[in-house]
């Protein structure tokens, strides 16, 4: 049992949760503030041909070419979240995915640079990229007694699994701040938030632009843990999908989105063994959840709920934090 | 604090323990697919398909052919194979879980598929890393094999076929000038384009224009017209037969009556069902064709009908033969060894299927004389 856990199998499936996690956090942070943006599989594009472009075409390294990736999404959430301020609901969700179709057929057309919808592949692998790094200072991966794509899937999932962590340790902090209580003020209501002093426009651009700045960094890592992207891998399925992890996990609390991208993308996997039948399963599923719990399966109520059931973790919190008194 | 690190620490105790107590059982399994026994060669072979989703009619087809071809194999008693399905919904990252589970839960020998270009871009890499020999059926597009070492295909690469049919059509036509058309927002149709222009360029055809189309998109007027008033003497359009058909359709009302050449995704008995009397004059290069006078073609396309209800396309006949030629390279290597295997495969010559004769070259790319059909009267003819 738990030699199966190295296969690289289960490792790449874990890879792509983690991927997931951070694209269900990019867009939970949007709706943090009550905006509803579609333009996340725009952002994880726009990420990931960054990246993908700078490390082929001038041999940047690869934490470079993410950091540089992430950084233009963000900057592309900025110039967006301004002009936006003014949409809600319904009408910014029709602009935030029109702009992600933009974005897409740029890449479509912009052939000399992306080759079109033909995609660009050869991308550097993180994990292989590592690896080869590592060798070069005399290190084998048999010194851990591992082959060499145990280590590869390995290193890949560790390094996600880190950047997940720190990512949702950041905004579970930043949710209890003053930024995290100004974004639940302007989600209940705009008007008695601008009354009581907030600055609407900075926070709800904050928010646009951390949700893209996310997003894009997903796209980075998606570019190099895939090795090919292709302008069809940031089409309007994707956006949907990555909402859906918010609708169906729930997006009151930032476990919503995390448990919603866990699920959905283990699910697929699960089901493989009655192959044909899983995507209507899947498709199932997502129904009887919306028709039971609109709200998404995880909320404040039900997170209260998981806390009473686990007195003890209480008591030593308690305890603990009175030793360190 | 102190809790959280407390927890901290518990993680990466627990998920060290797990690094460590997992490298001993993974390096025995690795050896165990080796195993023949009792003169047959037994082997495992993965099979990456596109069973759930918009193009679920293609993988069904490849499932189709490979159990087919399966049975008659494993009834010969020489090779014993055991296919193991799974589905990639044509995503590249299903495609790439569903090669790790079989290269590494399944321990397959080789792996069949996947279905499209796109995912074999990024299964490829890794099987070819793992040492999996890797055959795509249906991969038409170009720089597939040239991935490594590790990777074949057994389906006519566009850029055989599409110069194949451009070469008969102007031989016939005495074409000089044509007009390209293709869907610019897909893999399949784009490159395809790419190997249209230049094979147009390499036989001196005169290129009038170049118009592009968009996926699902239903009025082609304006391209048509421009294309209409530069009177080309052939259309060379690289689509796929839903919009293809639609195409063809507007063209013959508006009175556009050359002949259209297309590549492999305009191939598909589809075009005549959805454009009528307007598909006459379509010229595709195809591996396969089921009218063929060759007892072999006649048996498949007999038993696929009766075991399945339709007549088999190309897919199911790409299929069957990369299984043929599977078994072949598994009784010539004598093991079911990953190594063993991929030698066998790139000697492979002259392998006589319903495709006709077929050899790898040195890079695993096809080595085969596609057949040339046009539609005439509402049915695909050989073009002569």
Redesign the interface.
């Known amino acids: 049992m738990l030699a199966e856990l190295i296969n690289p199998y289960y490792l790449q499936v874990a890879s792509f949760i983690l991927i997931n996690i951070i694209l269900g956090v990019s867009i939970y942070i949007t709706l943090s503030t009550g905006q509803l943006s579609l333009a996340n599989a725009g952002f994880m594009g726009i990420g990931a041909y960054t990246s993908a472009l700078l490390t082929l075409n001038f041999d940047l390294p690869i934490i470079v070419g993410i950091l540089a990736g992430t950084l233009l999404a963000g900057v592309f959430g900025i110039l967006i979240g301004i002009p936006t301020l003014r949409l809600q609901g319904v009408y910014l969700a029709i602009v935030t995915l029109g702009f992600g179709e933009v974005i897409r057929v740029i890449f479509v057309n912009w052939e000399s640079m992306t080759k079109g919808a033909v995609g660009l592949s050869g991308i550097p692998h993180m994990g292989r990229e590592l690896l080869n790094t590592l060798k070069d200072f005399g290190f084998d991966p048999k010194i851990l007694g591992l082959q060499n794509n145990q280590f590869v899937f390995l290193a890949i999932f560790l390094i996600l699994l880190g950047v997940t962590i720190s990512i949702i340790t950041f905004f579970r902090r930043q949710n209890r701040s003053r930024v995290g209580r100004a974004f639940a003020a302007i989600k209940l209501d705009e008007k008695a938030a601008e009354s009581m002093g907030i600055n609407i426009t900075y926070y709800k651009v904050l928010a646009f632009a951390q949700g893209a700045l996310v997003a894009g960094f997903a796209g980075a890592l998606f570019a190099h843990v895939l090795a090919y992207i292709s302008p069809a891998d940031f089409a309007y399925h994707r956006a949907v999908e990555i909402l859906i992890f918010a609708v169906f996990g729930g997006s009151e609390v930032i476990w919503g989105p995390v448990f919603g991208a866990l699920f959905l993308t283990v699910m697929p996997e699960v089901l493989r063994f009655i192959s044909e039948y899983r995507y209507m399963i899947y498709g199932l599923i997502i129904i009887i959840m919306m028709a039971v719990r609109p709200q998404g399966l995880i909320d404040v109520n039900i997170l209260n709920w998981v806390k009473l059931k686990t007195p003890k973790r209480r008591q030593k919190h308690g305890t603990s934090s009175q030793k360190s008194i | 604090m ?2 959280q690190l407390k927890k901290f620490a518990q993680f990466t105790a627990l ?1 060290s323990l ?10 025995a399994a ?1 050896d165990e697919d080796g195993e023949s026994s009792g003169g047959a060669v037994k082997a495992d072979i993965g099979v990456i398909s596109y ?3 918009p193009g ?1 009619a293609y993988g069904e087809a490849i499932t189709n052919g490979l159990k087919l071809a399966q049975e008659e194999i494993n009834g010969k008693g020489e090779v014993e194979i055991n296919l193991v ?3 990639s ?1 044509g995503k ?3 495609a ?3 090669a ?2 079989l ?3 399944e321990n397959v020998t080789a792996i069949i598929g996947p279905t499209l270009s ?1 995912e074999m ?2 299964v490829g ?1 890794e099987a070819d ?2 040492g999996v020999p890797i055959m795509g059926t249906s991969t038409t ?1 170009e ?1 597939i094999p040239q991935i490594g070492d590790y990777v074949f295909r057994n389906s006519l690469p566009e850029a055989l076929a599409i110069p194949a049919s451009i070469d008969k059509a102007i031989e016939k036509y005495d074409a000089k000038k044509v007009a390209i058309l293709y869907g ?4 399949f ?3 395809g384009f ?1 190997t249209m222009k230049k094979a147009a360029e390499e036989k001196g055809l005169e290129i009038l224009t170049i118009e592009t189309f968009q996926k699902g998109q239903s009025d082609y007027n304006a391209q048509l017209t421009k294309i209409k008033g530069l009177k080309p003497d052939l259309i060379l359009a690289s689509a796929l037969y839903n919009e293809g058909a639609v195409i063809m359709d507007q063209a013959r009302k508006m009175g556009i009556d050359v002949p259209f050449v297309g590549g492999n995704g305009f191939n598909s008995p589809e075009v005549i069902n959805i454009a009528g009397d307007a598909a006459n004059g379509l010229i595709v290069a195809t591996p396969w064709y089921g009218e063929k006078e060759d007892d072999k073609v006649k048996e498949f396309v007999s038993k696929y009908e009766k075991e399945y209800g339709k007549k088999p396309d190309q897919f199911a006949a790409q299929a069957y033969d990369a299984l043929y030629i599977m078994a072949e390279a598994l009784k010539n290597a004598g093991e079911a060894d990953r190594d063993a295997l991929r030698d066998a495969l790139a000697e492979v010559k002259g392998f006589n299927g319903i495709l006709g004769e077929f050899s790898f070259d040195e890079e695993g790319d096809v080595v085969m004389d596609p057949t040339v059909l046009v539609i005439e009267n509402g049915a695909f003819k050989e073009f002569n």
Do not use: F, H, W, Y
């Open positions: 102190r809790k998920s797990l690094v460590l107590s997992a490298c001993g059982g993974n390096q690795g069973i759930s989703g679920a399905i799974e589905d919904a590249q990252d299903q790439l879980t569903a790790q589970k290269m590494n839960s796109t871009n990024v890499p890393l793992n597009a720089g610019n927002d897909d893999v149709t784009k490159s790419d």
